[in-house]
T-cell receptor, first 112, second 109 residues
Framework: DTAVSQTPKYLVTQMGNDKSIKCEQN?????MYWYKQDSKKFLKIMFS???????INETVPNRFSPKSPDKAHLNLHINSLELGDSAVYFC???????????FGQGTRLTVV | RKEVEQDPGPFNVPEGATVAFNCTYS??????FFWYRQDCRKEPKLLMS???SGNEDGRFTAQLNRASQYISLLIRDSKLSDSATYLC??????????FGKGTRLSVIA
């Protein structure tokens, strides 16, 4: 029974397209996140969503937008995809900020 | 200076060896500390939390030194299956976890 699940696992798309990645957690956690892991394996926070408050990492382009229909879901929309967006995107959740985070299996995005 | 820094390695050790990783953090307001393990092409998985008094889980021991702002992970009697990237993670209580770049460990037969 997967705790944090995200789909799709692989996504190959052309530059300029718009795509979405879905994430769901069944842990009853209040906080969800999107992280990006680039080719150098650095895991960097993009967004966190806690009690309807969105915290955005200021380095994230506004082509990226998170959408949370409810506490258990935090989807990621990306507009006008660029080559540099190619990376692995991880969804994660935690009870509160200071507790450990649990990760989804990742979505490997390749922009061609 | 990055908020969390780790020696990237790789650390290549023989089976049965003891290996230690350090991780330094720059923000003295950091409150929670964790070690994660990430296998190739997989998600990070929590290995252990790090408590102020230090803690042990089988062959793994984690230590926190607040004065010097670093955490450490000691792996005793290394197994082939310990080969992975070890990520330290830190947060300030009201912020998401910040990860180091990870230290790659290869345990060799």
């Amino acid at each position: 029974d997967t705790a944090v699940s995200q789909t799709p696992k692989y996504l190959v798309t052309q530059m300029g397209n718009d795509k979405s990645i879905k994430c769901e957690q069944n842990l009853g956690h209040d906080t969800m996140y999107w992280y990006k892991q680039d080719s150098k394996k650095f895991l960097k926070i993009m967004f966190s969503y806690n009690n309807k408050e969105l915290i955005i990492n200021e380095t994230v382009p506004n082509r990226f937008s998170p959408k949370s229909p409810d506490k258990a879901h935090l989807n990621l929309h990306i507009n006008s995809l660029e080559l540099g967006d190619s990376a692995v995107y991880f969804c994660a959740s935690s009870q509160i900020f200071s507790t450990e985070a649990f990760f989804g299996q990742g979505t490997r995005l390749t922009v061609v | 200076r990055k908020e969390v820094e780790q020696d990237p390695g790789p650390f290549n050790v023989p089976e049965g060896a003891t290996v230690a990783f350090n991780c330094t953090y720059s923000n003295s307001a950091s409150q929670s500390f964790f070690w994660y393990r990430q296998d190739c092409r997989k998600e990070p998985k929590l290995l252990m939390s790090v408590y102020s008094s230090g803690n042990e889980d089988g062959r793994f021991t984690a230590q926190l030194n607040r004065a010097s702002q670093y955490i450490s992970l000691l792996i005793r009697d290394s197994k082939l299956s310990d080969s992975a990237t070890y990520l330290c993670a830190v947060n300030r209580g009201n912020t998401p976890l910040v990860f180091g770049k990870g230290t790659r460990l290869s345990v060799i037969a």
